[in-house]
Each structure stands twice: as C-alpha cells, then as structure tokens.
C-alpha cells in the first residue's frame, strides 16, 4: 500500500478508531462489541452508557462502509460465520501503522478521553 493511499484509509476517524481498537484488544472481536466501542468512543461516553441506537448506526457504518475498505486493503479479515473482526500479518497492515506514526491524529487520542457522565 503506498503512503497516500494508506492516508487516505486512516482520514475516517471510524477506521482509526476500528484499527485501535483490534491493536488494543491483540485478537478477533465481535463485531457487536467493535461497534459499541467504536460508538462509545465517538460520543465520548462509557461502553455501558451508550445506547442501541447509537450501537446500531456504528454497526452499520462498520460493517456497510469501513469492514469492506479495510478487508479490500488486507488490513483486516472478517468472519462472517463466528461475525469476528481482526487485523492481518499482511504487509498492507504494516504499511498502514507505519503511515500513521507520522499522523498527528494517531492514536485518536481525542477520542480516547471519555467523560463519563
């Protein structure tokens, strides 16, 4: 993957915020946890807090938008039948990581802080 191309990959804080998360997680997730993490995140509230609703658009954004960007990218695999998600050995992926050290936004660490109310 060339570097402008993995930028552009990493632009959406949805796919930043996926790619955290399975670095954090060193392994498959669920896609239904994935999603209220990632969900959680963007509002800046607990896992716990967050509602259905907003655990649904995140599911659907997910898995109708950035699950297929990333899997075509090789950066990670899904698992339909267990409806697991999780990084590759892929050279891609290294690729990505590396582009992404010299972003400001990497980790996104604005989304890290979570007030919870």
């Not at 655990?55 to 697991?84: E, M, S």
């Not at 996104?108 to 919870?116: E, G, V």
Request: charged fraction near 30%; hydrophobic fraction near 35%; charge should be neutral.
């Amino acid at each position: 993957m060339e570097r402008t191309e993995a930028y552009r990959v990493l632009t959406s804080a949805d796919r930043q915020l996926v790619l955290h998360e399975l670095v954090e997680s060193n392994g498959a997730v669920a896609i239904d946890d994935l999603s209220r993490r990632v969900a959680a995140r963007r509002h800046r509230i607990s896992p716990d807090q967050i509602s259905d609703t907003k655990t649904q658009r995140a599911r659907v954004r997910l898995v109708h938008t950035h699950f297929p960007l990333l899997r075509d990218k090789k950066v990670i695999t899904v698992d339909w039948d267990t409806r697991q998600v999780s990084l590759t050995s892929d050279e891609n992926r290294e690729h990505l990581f590396e582009a992404a050290k010299v972003l400001d936004s990497w980790p996104p660490d604005d989304f890290l802080c979570q007030s919870i109310s």
